[in-house]
């Protein structure tokens, strides 16, 4: 994906609930980019040059663990909400 | 190639410190991010004004782009995380490296003359004279340029004086202290062409000394006009 159908991609997974000025979404990528957990590549498509974004597999294992993290806090902030 | 819509946000980017091909890449993929907003909105019908300018809305002002890019310590570039490396040791290392050249192109030039060309002590054609540039250029011209280029690249860069200052200083210390002769005449027909870099006491007060300033007055003079410049540049496009 390049960042275009990326940012689209997060406004239709979210139904718009994340909004963010789109062009936030580079700086990040290019950071991800720098660690190792995404791989970019450039290309010409219809004359036009983009560059596209897939996740390495260091970038998988990271998303796993911050997923696990994410949906323990998760759990714990639903549980707590049940209490109340 | 930047667009002028980005132009401003480049220079403030590279001002910052942030490495020129992040800087580079992240134009370039604003301005095609830019130009598809524009033509989805195109393509819901708007004019071509409305669609810029919501465009222009969804990707976000130049200061919170900016904001967001500077924050990144990973695009920051080498010269900026390690500034000693970039204004003082490199410029520094750059000297030695610059006098080694410079000698060994008088030895080639003295070998080329001499073995292909016929030229002796007696008819030395213009062999002295282009040895003394090459000399020149190593005890004075190299020194002047490594600390012109340090002090040139830190005022462009925006870096703090501390580095390309002290980078100066040392280069003329150690720019002063270089040394280099040639002697080819009847006595030496084979010639004798020497160079170092060291202390010759006899000179090492005023001549030393004014070749050390000299040095370290153009790289300062560099750094200032630089940045004054910048500076000029930076008050001119502020609204």
């Known amino acids: 994906m390049y960042g275009y159908e990326l940012a689209h991609a997060i406004r239709e997974s979210t139904r718009e609930a994340i909004s963010l000025g789109e062009g936030v979404l580079y700086p990040a990528l290019h950071a991800l980019e720098r660690r190792g957990f995404l791989r970019a590549r450039r290309r010409t498509v219809s004359g036009r040059t983009r560059v596209y974004y897939a996740i ?3 970038g998988n294992r990271r998303l796993g663990e911050l997923s696990g993290e994410w949906h323990r806090i998760a759990g714990a902030v639903r549980a707590v909400l049940a209490e109340t | 190639m930047t667009t002028q ?9 590279l001002r ?6 992040h800087v580079k890449r992240l134009i370039a993929e604003l301005e095609a991010h830019f130009a598809d907003i524009v033509a989805e909105l195109r393509s819901t019908g708007r004019s071509q004004a409305e669609s810029e300018s919501q465009a222009a809305i969804r990707l976000g002002t130049e200061d919170v782009l900016a904001a967001n890019i500077i924050a990144r310590p990973e ?21 030695p490296l610059q006098f080694v050249l410079s000698m060994l192109a008088a030895i080639g030039v003295f070998n080329f003359s001499t073995r292909v060309l016929g030229l002796t002590a007696l008819h030395p054609g213009a062999v002295p004279w282009v040895v003394g540039v090459l000399q020149t250029y190593g005890v004075w011209i190299a020194p002047i340029l490594a600390a012109g280029a340090a002090c040139f690249l830190a005022a462009r860069r925006g870096a703090p004086a501390l580095w390309p200052i002290v980078g100066s200083a040392l280069i003329a210390l150690v720019g002063a202290s270089t040394n280099a002769s040639f002697e080819w005449s009847p006595a030496v027909p084979r010639g004798a062409l020497s160079g170092g870099i060291g202390f010759h006491f006899p000179d090492v007060g005023t001549a030393m000394s004014f070749r050390a300033a000299f040095t370290l007055l153009i790289g300062l003079a560099t750094f200032l006009w630089m940045r004054r410049r910048v500076n000029g540049e930076n008050q001119a496009r502020s609204p």
């Open chain 1, 56 to 58: 390495t597999p260091r």
């Open chain 2, 5 to 13: 819509r980005f132009a401003g946000l480049s220079r403030r980017l």
């Open chain 2, 16 to 21: 910052a410190g942030v490495a020129p091909r």
């Open chain 2, 75 to 95: 695009l920051q570039s080498w010269a900026r995380q390690w500034p000693w490396l970039a204004f003082v040791l490199l410029p520094l290392l750059a000297l």
